[in-house]
């Protein structure tokens, strides 16, 4: 008997094997088409910040965002608006300009209104105003990053 449970087991398992081989590739090849699907959509991905950053600035169509710069103003958007702030302005005429900053740091004694949206994923539109006295002494118009 031990003999004839032995030839029987020789027999199955290359089936059994390959029965297994089987399922493996099949899983591989799945995982295949799924990453193909990511590739492409990153792909779609890509070509748009690619086609949104080869616009001028002012053209940009922003997301909204749920930042604190966003959600209260959106008049630091307007780029016609940075070209009005000009070093010697007092940090309320900036606000009023601007609206609220995003966040604000103090980095020795000089004080930097931040304005920051997030876009998509990967990307921010950032500017900053930076104070001494609560006097404009730089302005840094929002770059897309």
Do not use: C
């Not at 008997?1 to 899983?27: E, Y």
């Not at 591989?28 to 616009?55: G, K, M, P, T």
């Not at 998509?120 to 900053?128: A, I």
């Amino acid at each position: 008997m031990n003999r004839i449970t032995l030839t029987i087991l020789l027999l199955v398992s290359p089936l059994a094997a390959g029965a297994a081989d089987d399922l493996k590739i099949s899983q591989l090849e799945q995982d295949v088409r799924n990453l193909q699907q990511e590739v492409r959509a990153q792909s779609q991905q890509i070509e748009e910040l690619r086609r949104q950053l080869a616009r001028p600035a002012d053209q940009l169509r922003l997301p909204s965002s749920s930042t604190p710069a966003a959600t209260n103003s959106g008049l630091w958007l307007d780029s016609s608006r940075w070209q009005q702030v000009k070093a010697g302005m007092s940090e309320l005429e900036v606000i009023g300009l601007l609206g609220p900053p995003a966040s604000m740091r103090a980095r020795d004694e000089e004080r930097v209104l931040l304005y920051a949206m997030e876009i998509g994923s990967s990307g921010f539109l950032s500017g900053s105003i930076t104070l001494r006295d609560r006097v404009v002494l730089r302005v840094q118009i929002p770059l897309l990053q």
